[in-house]
């Protein structure tokens, strides 16, 4: 008998920004709050109206959108090819472990801060419930493929698995890992256990 | 008795060009000639200082390199990041098959030229003289994968081997796929036959 192949959706994270309360009130002014644009997949996260613009000595991105809610400490995922284009070098980390992360420069309108750290290239991972990483027999923290299909067809090895009870199921890279396997968010991959 | 690993040597390829005579002469100018800047590492192969402004309606990027020699065919090797900023949708493709590839302007410094297509992404390709492929029993045309290493480990499917007696062993890939991986040019793959 054959087993039956673990599907995931993917989805593809464009840079985007996770915002500390502080670093917020002193951007965009106390008592001003993140406002919702769009929900995002997984259970109370979403996509905001506030953007930023990431400047360092070399080049700036302006637009770059914050997701929400705000969180303990601020984060900016790039890719690489954004790094270059920034002249940083930033580490493959999962979210949340910053320690020893390069900082950047955020501008909104009224005002700039420079961050101690927390540009990270976000390390690929998967979202999991705790009944789904039991279905699938998963441990936080685990390390697992996923094969994507197609033209530019590539098995992503360590891939993070991360559980929390109300985490939807899916398969997060960004978008130099997405155009390298030709692919896009809503398209599938296979998960593959080491 | 495990079988040692067959590795091979990576090359990233920036953004490039190959250029017709009739183009090139359009372009530059009648007698003038592709001017070498550099040798690359396959025999005869060269960059040259000649580069060209690559226009759409919505962007256009400059300082696109021409590889020399002069080919047949004019050929426009992009990334995926930059087709999105282009706003053009190359199809994967093995150099020179440019049936059904969307077309481009190229502007020098005197002229422009609209090409009927040629605008491609390379399909992940290695570059192995007869002797080598006689060594790992490959063929022209064969399709196998290729492993390499580091915090973001990818396996490159649908690699297409290319023979010709004094090619040299290579894995060429384009920017966004070493992005992905987290790797440059002279880090080392690791061959895997299907």
Known sequence: MTKQPIKIIVEVSARHLHISKADFAKLFGKGKKLTL?????????????????????????????????????TQIEISLTDAYNLGIEPLVRPSGNLDGTPGITLLSDKAKIKTRGGVILSQRHIHT????????????????????????????????????PDYIWRFHIDTDEA?????????????ILN
């Open 37 to 73: 644009m769009k929900p995002l997949v997984q259970n109370g996260h979403f996509s905001s109206w506030e953007w930023l613009t990431l400047k360092t000595a070399k080049a700036q991105i302006p637009h770059v959108r914050i997701l929400g809610p705000l969180r303990e400490k």
């Open 129 to 164: 419930s705790s009944k789904d990483a039991k279905k699938y027999n998963l441990k936080d923290g685990q390390i697992v493929s996923v094969k994507t299909f197609g033209q530019r067809s590539l098995i992503f090895n360590n891939v993070i698995v991360r559980i929390k």
């Open 179 to 191: 155009n390298a396997a030709g692919i896009k968010s809503g398209d599938e991959g296979e998960l």
